[in-house]
């Protein structure tokens, strides 16, 4: 199994991880009902498959919001690059906030500070609602 994929909800984010690509993109809400059921086989596969990632990965993470339960998940992904980098892969982490966003901002400095992980935070217009 190459890739995994789960589309975006109201209250899921969507998820991308390609490893024949060396990519893996999780972005939108993260506040599901049942957290286990929704990132627990998303671990699974990364665990099954994070010795076979090519040299060159790319993590994206765009969180518009997410609770708790999802953070705890979202540390552990982060977690599985972490030793997928200490095997000797580049691992590289955009983390993408919007203009203001300093909850979303302060986390990806924190993450930065405590992970091995070369992170990049990047930041971007908020979307406008329409109405």
């Known amino acids: 199994m ?3 994929e789960r589309e975006k909800s109201p209250s899921t984010p969507e998820v991308i991880l390609d ?6 993109k999780i972005a939108g809400n993260s506040f599901p009902g049942d957290p286990d059921h929704f990132y627990k086989p998303l ?16 993590l994206e993470f765009e969180l518009e919001y997410f609770d708790g339960p999802s953070m705890g998940y979202l540390l552990r992904i982060l977690q599985i690059f972490e030793n997928v980098h200490k095997e000797g892969k580049n691992v590289t982490c955009q983390w993408v906030y919007a203009k203001g966003d300093d909850e979303i901002y302060d986390l990806g400095e924190k993450l930065s500070q ?5 992170i990049h935070l990047i930041e971007k217009e908020k979307n406008k609602a329409s109405g």
Do not use: P, R, T
């Not at 490893?19 to 893996?24: I, N, V």
């Not at 671990?43 to 790319?58: I, R």
């Open 19 to 24: 490893l024949e690509q060396g990519y893996c």
């Open 114 to 118: 405590i992970l091995s992980l070369d």
């Open 43 to 58: 671990l699974h596969w990364l665990d099954s498959v994070s010795g076979y990632f090519n040299a060159k990965v790319k």
């Open 2 to 4: 190459e890739k995994f």
